[in-house]
């Protein structure tokens, strides 16, 4: 497999299309972005790190039947993944009230919800990825009816499997965001990426607010220590990949 040409350059990886049709390369950087591309900067490995958290994940995903855009690993940062169409929908997932959640309803932070929430929001950049009710979304045509049951229904099994992932990790999963897209012959399949850009992870060692948080919030507020968290996350991912695949 050859690259042919750059496809499209976004914030965190850039996709390539190759000489095979149905197969795209997903480059992951170490760029990090913020509040709507507001805020920039950079996180030493980040590309590697997320990569290899997604590609772990999206492979565990595959063994429990949910499609992925997943293929393999070329290189450390590299991700062969099969072309779909991104239903321009963020899925938001939330265990525990955190980010905008708490800003829009005055929810305190780290309030458990009683059943996880399933939220959509607008993937624009120009309107700023506003909130989406279902009618909306049907409105705009961004997805069928029974899209979107099928997409929450698959929200909700996603997030069962990094619930109970991630808690061997010791982690605990309070909200994660992930896209979806069409192949060929229309199916749903998980992709873009879940790594700590995509998701808010905070470790049980702890309960202090701030050495909790083990994601991009500490870039997003300034806490410091973000490379070291996003390690501290793969470190974990590795090795509850590798205790279960020995027990
Ligand atoms: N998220 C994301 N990309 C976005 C917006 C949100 O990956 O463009 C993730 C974010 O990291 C968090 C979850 O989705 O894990 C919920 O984010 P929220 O709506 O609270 O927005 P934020 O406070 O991050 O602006």
């Not at 190759?18 to 805020?39: H, M, R, S």
């Not at 099994?157 to 990790?169: A, P, T, W």
């Not at 701030?210 to 968290?229: H, P, S, T």
Request: charged letters at 30%.
């Amino acid at each position: 497999m050859s690259v042919i040409s750059k496809l499209y350059e976004g914030k965190a990886k850039i996709l390539y299309q190759t000489d095979v049709p149905e197969i795209l390369l997903a480059d992951f950087k170490d760029d990090a972005t913020a509040f709507n591309a507001q805020k920039k900067g950079s996180i030493s490995n980040k590309g590697i790190i997320n990569c290899s958290i997604s590609s772990k994940l999206f492979q565990k995903l595959e063994q429990k039947g949910i499609n992925t855009h997943y293929l393999d690993n070329p290189s450390s940062n590299q991700m062969r993944v099969k072309a779909v169409k991104i239903i321009p929908l963020e899925v938001v997932v939330r265990n525990i009230a955190a980010g905008s959640l708490c800003k829009q309803t005055g929810l305190e932070l780290g309030t458990i919800l009683k059943q996880p929430l399933v939220e959509f929001y607008y993937k624009n950049d120009e309107l700023g990825d506003p909130l989406l009710t279902k009618d909306r979304l049907l409105l705009l045509e961004l997805a069928s009816e029974e899209q979107v049951e099928e997409i929450i229904h698959l929200a909700l099994r996603i997030n069962e499997f990094l619930q109970d992932f991630f808690g061997k990790c010791d982690i605990t999963l309070v909200d994660f965001k992930l896209e979806f897209g069409l192949d060929s012959e229309q199916n749903i399949l998980l992709a873009d990426e879940i790594s700590p850009d995509t998701c808010r992870l905070w470790d049980n060692s702890t309960n202090d607010p701030q050495k909790r948080v083990l994601d991009k919030d500490r870039f997003r507020r300034d806490l410091g220590n973000v490379e070291n968290a996003y390690q501290e996350v793969l470190q974990r991912v590795l090795k509850t990949v590798e205790a279960n695949a020995s027990s």
